[in-house]
């Protein structure tokens, strides 16, 4: 409709019409990002799944062949690469939990538009902006069981092993969880906040008059109308959380044992380490296919609560 | 009512209180080690009390090259701000004005680039620099970085240029802009700060990115997030010397951070929603 409403420029006048122009111009303004990602990005992901279907090992390159999908069939034959996907997906499950309920009290808290709560908001984003790898260095020098002022105290009073909660099999995946939801919570923070604010001020208002208390009010109005935002923000943290390789490469290099092994650090292992092109292909593709089923049913779910909301 | 009014407001505050503690101790702790001697770093048990000094700074600045790492990280984060910046702001802009169904496609393209894991792309694209030649050049780290940062950029201006009213262009376009002039002139100016935000954002993610860096660059290119895992577990650095280390690599984007936070802040939401 608004195609016809558009006023006809005076210099119109060239063997294509202004319309036509137009297109090609848009056109011509999107297509070097799209060449850049099609060859960057889009190419490499393609050869990582020609890659995982061969026995391809850059040590032994006169050794290649082609085996079909073998690798799919046996990559959760090995105990590294089953407690790999095991860990993370535990990880992003308690992890986005956790992040999620103290992100959304945290976002409720910082709701009221005053100054101190925009000072707070940007000193509570600091954990977001600092090094991923520092994050994994502060973590562990604070959890160092002989001087870290954290992990001292918990070996000292019996509550962690002797050689601290990372280097417990027990114990250690808790603990990356832990400080991912340190890392990641204002994150989900800021969110779910962006949410909050964008909620349609009469409703709030009304419910205020009628009585409602502040708990009543977040159950009952709050919570069903951020329904689009808290998936929103479950999906983009789980996305990420699944891609975890920094901290864990930093704090505990999967170990001990496979305890806090993950899909990306066997990926990054299998490939870069043991030249292993196949596995790591195959284990860099199976992580993708997660994060896009992660990704595709989360949207699916948005778009039925959207289309709800909206009537 | 007021009364009510006036104790939730405690609460919340002293709820945001807690998380400004939790948020910063562990990092303030970190940056504390930094200026302790010795026998403190190692006191039993911790302590919070010690006298400061300047030389694990010294000790840093004699073992590493500092400067020459900080400029690779400034090299890697601006050169792929730059790039992305080149192709994700037109990009955005196209896709926020045409008015096709393939548009909307296609900004949705550009933001699941975004959620693809390293493993699955940083293999094949070690090969290809490989191939080219580029293996172990800084270049080859803006390159990939430049990936998911033009794609964030893309989608991220989408949203800003959708929001903005195009009948200024258009009223600008019949009186004889170009249309490239009505872009440039007229819309780009107009969204100034998600155009710091997306600066903002492609320093931040190629300043901290470490995976990419660790497996493509030689000694000589490595960035300061390289150097920092490589200092960690080498026998001459204490906990003291890293902790000053860490200094120079957190502290230009916390300032930059804290300092431009309202366009941080702004520009996250606006490139997630």
């Known amino acids: 409709m608004s195609d016809l409403s558009l006023p006809v420029p005076a210099r119109a006048l060239s063997p294509l019409g202004f319309y036509q122009r137009r297109r090609w111009f848009l056109v011509a303004m999107a297509a070097p990002a799209l060449a850049y990602i099609l060859v960057v990005a889009v190419w490499p992901i393609l050869q990582g799944m020609y890659f995982s279907l061969f026995d391809y090992n850059l040590l032994k390159p006169h050794r290649t062949k082609f085996v079909g999908l073998q690798n799919y069939l046996e990559v959760f034959d090995t105990p590294a690469n089953r407690a790999a996907f095991v860990n993370t997906v535990i990880f992003t499950a308690a992890a986005v939990t956790i992040e999620l309920v103290l992100g959304f009290g945290l976002a409720l808290a910082l709701w009221r538009d005053s100054r101190f709560n925009r000072i707070a908001l940007a000193l509570v984003l600091v954990p977001v902006t600092i090094t991923p790898l520092v994050v994994g260095l502060i973590w562990r020098a604070l959890l160092l069981p002989d001087f870290g002022l954290l992990g001292y105290w918990l070996a000292h009073w019996g509550l962690s092993d002797p050689r601290g909660l990372l280097a417990d099999p027990h114990s250690a995946l808790a603990t990356l969880i832990a400080i991912d939801v340190w890392e990641w919570t204002p994150m989900m923070a800021l969110i779910l906040l962006a949410g909050l604010k964008s909620l349609p001020s009469d409703i709030l208002e009304a419910s205020r008059t009628d009585g409602a208390t502040g708990w009543q009010r977040v159950r009952l109005i709050v919570l069903p109308l951020?329904?689009?935002?808290?998936?929103?923000?479950?999906?983009?943290?789980?996305?990420?959380?699944?891609?975890?390789?920094?901290?864990?490469?930093?704090?505990?290099?999967?170990?001990?044992?496979?305890?806090?092994?993950?899909?990306?650090?066997?990926?990054?292992?299998?490939?870069?380490?043991?030249?292993?092109?196949?596995?790591?292909?195959?284990?860099?593709?199976?992580?993708?296919?997660?994060?896009?089923?992660?990704?595709?049913?989360?949207?699916?779910?948005?778009?039925?609560?959207?289309?709800?909301?909206?009537? | 009512m007021i009364a009510s009014d006036r104790r939730s407001i405690r609460m919340e505050r002293l709820v945001v209180s807690l998380a400004i503690v939790l948020a910063l101790v562990p990092f303030l702790w970190l940056a504390a080690t930094a200026y302790k001697p010795g026998r403190d770093i190692f006191a039993i048990p911790p302590t919070l009390l010690f006298s400061p000094t300047l030389e694990n700074f010294r000790k840093v600045l004699t073992l590493f090259d500092v400067p020459a790492l900080l400029i690779n990280s400034l090299k890697i984060a601006g050169t792929s701000?730059?790039?992305?910046?080149?192709?994700?702001?037109?990009?955005?802009?196209?896709?926020?004005?045409?008015?096709?169904?393939?548009?909307?496609?296609?900004?949705?393209?550009?933001?699941?680039?975004?959620?693809?894991?390293?493993?699955?792309?940083?293999?094949?694209?070690?090969?290809?620099?490989?191939?080219?030649?580029?293996?172990?050049?800084?270049?080859?780290?803006?390159?990939?970085?430049?990936?998911?940062?033009?794609?964030?950029?893309?989608?991220?201006?989408?949203?800003?240029?959708?929001?903005?009213?195009?009948?200024?262009?258009?009223?600008?376009?019949?009186?004889?802009?170009?249309?490239?002039?009505?872009?440039?002139?007229?819309?780009?100016?107009?969204?100034?700060?998600?155009?710091?935000?997306?600066?903002?954002?492609?320093?931040?993610?190629?300043?901290?990115?470490?995976?990419?860096?660790?497996?493509?660059?030689?000694?000589?290119?490595?960035?300061?997030?390289?150097?920092?895992?490589?200092?960690?577990?080498?026998?001459?650095?204490?906990?003291?010397?890293?902790?000053?280390?860490?200094?120079?690599?957190?502290?230009?984007?916390?300032?930059?951070?804290?300092?431009?936070?309202?366009?941080?802040?702004?520009?996250?939401?606006?490139?997630?929603?």
Request: some cysteine.
């Open chain 1, 226 to 311: 951020m329904l689009p935002a808290v998936l929103l923000a479950l999906m983009i943290r789980s996305v990420d959380a699944f891609r975890v390789f920094d901290s864990v490469y930093v704090t505990t290099g999967g170990g001990p044992g496979n305890s806090t092994n993950t899909l990306m650090l066997q990926a990054v292992k299998e490939g870069l380490q043991f030249f292993d092109i196949g596995a790591a292909s195959t284990l860099g593709n199976v992580t993708l296919l997660c994060i896009a089923l992660i990704a595709g049913g989360l949207i699916a779910v948005i778009r039925r609560a959207d289309r709800r909301a909206n009537g």
């Open chain 2, 81 to 273: 701000a730059l790039l992305s910046l080149l192709v994700g702001v037109p990009a955005g802009y196209a896709l926020a004005r045409a008015r096709s169904r393939w548009a909307m496609g296609l900004a949705y393209f550009f933001m699941a680039i975004r959620m693809v894991p390293p493993a699955a792309t940083l293999i094949p694209f070690y090969l290809m620099m490989r191939d080219i030649g580029l293996l172990g050049q800084w270049i080859s780290v803006a390159l990939i970085n430049t990936t998911l940062n033009a794609a964030f950029v893309t989608w991220m201006m989408f949203s800003y240029f959708r929001s903005l009213p195009k009948e200024l262009e258009e009223a600008a376009m019949t009186d004889g802009c170009t249309q490239f002039g009505a872009f440039f002139k007229i819309a780009l100016p107009a969204v100034r700060p998600g155009i710091i935000a997306a600066v903002m954002f492609c320093i931040l993610f190629s300043w901290n990115d470490f995976l990419f860096a660790m497996f493509l660059t030689r000694l000589e290119d490595k960035p300061i997030s390289v150097a920092l895992l490589s200092a960690y577990g080498t026998k001459d650095i204490t906990w003291g010397t890293l902790g000053a280390l860490a200094h120079f690599s957190t502290l230009p984007i916390v300032v930059i951070v804290l300092g431009l936070n309202r366009y941080f802040v702004q520009g996250l939401t606006r490139g997630i929603h």
